[in-house]
């Protein structure tokens, strides 16, 4: 397969971003982030927030909260959402590697490990940077991070069916692994397809996750003025060094480059 590599806000587009909702099997508990951010302040940011799980959930609760993504096809699924539900949301076209928002906030988080989805460590140091100058001295980032496991031969090419909103046909597969544990990286090609009327659709498309050990992470983090406060799993129990799935609560330090043209938050 060859190592690839297609950007988020490419990778979430047509026929992936339709099949998003009906093909996932999980979705975050949205009172873990809720009390996330109530414990660390508003207001507060979201990273990767698709297409608005739990961000319109937190939003229903009253919580100022933003969100921020690289897929404009996701973006506008959640605007869509948020419109049918009444809900106001403030949503912003960004990579999180690129964060340039009008304002500091008090928390940021990613619900799941979509920071895995950055691909290498000089991306990862990008957001963490960008998360450091969008947070207020003394603000908190929750990331969640994970190490892939090789996925299990007979599980390739076994094939997901679900239904779409107009009673198409969703199929989704893993055509093909690979594996680099040097560049720690798992790059699977994906294969979506939609059989309704007319010709069907079928799109291949490699994933790329990049992983981190935990003082590799630590260190990224560091250099980017963010200190490790606590590394726990997603019950927040301690998590051994070599854990599959850890969560980092983070805290900014004092601000290193004043005049960086972002307003205060509000606390």
Known sequence: MGQQYTDPADFYTG???DSYAPLKSFSPDPEIYAAFVREAGA???????????????????????????SSADMLERCRRRADAAEIA????HQRMEALTLPRRFRAVFLAGPTFNLLPD???????LD??????SDGGF????????????AEQ???????VADDGAELRFSLVAEERDEALRTRTSLLRYERHGAGAPTVVERPWLLHWYTRAGFEELAAAAGLSTVAVTDPDGNAVADDASYMVFRLRAGLRRSP????????T
Do not use: F, M, Y
């Open 15 to 17: 026929i992936v971003a």
């Open 89 to 92: 949301v403030t949503l912003h």
């Open 121 to 127: 460590d000089a991306s990862a140091a990008a957001a």
């Open 43 to 69: 207001p507060a940011l979201e990273l990767g927030c698709g297409d608005g799980d739990p961000l319109l959930a937190l939003r229903r609760d009253g919580l100022d909260v933003e969100g921020v993504d």
């Open 130 to 135: 960008g998360i450091r100058r969008h947070l």
């Open 259 to 266: 005049g960086t043209g972002l307003g205060s938050a509000a």
């Open 156 to 162: 390739i090419g076994r094939v997901r069916t679900a």
């Open 141 to 152: 980032a929750l990331i969640p991070l994970h190490i892939p496991d090789p996925t299990p």
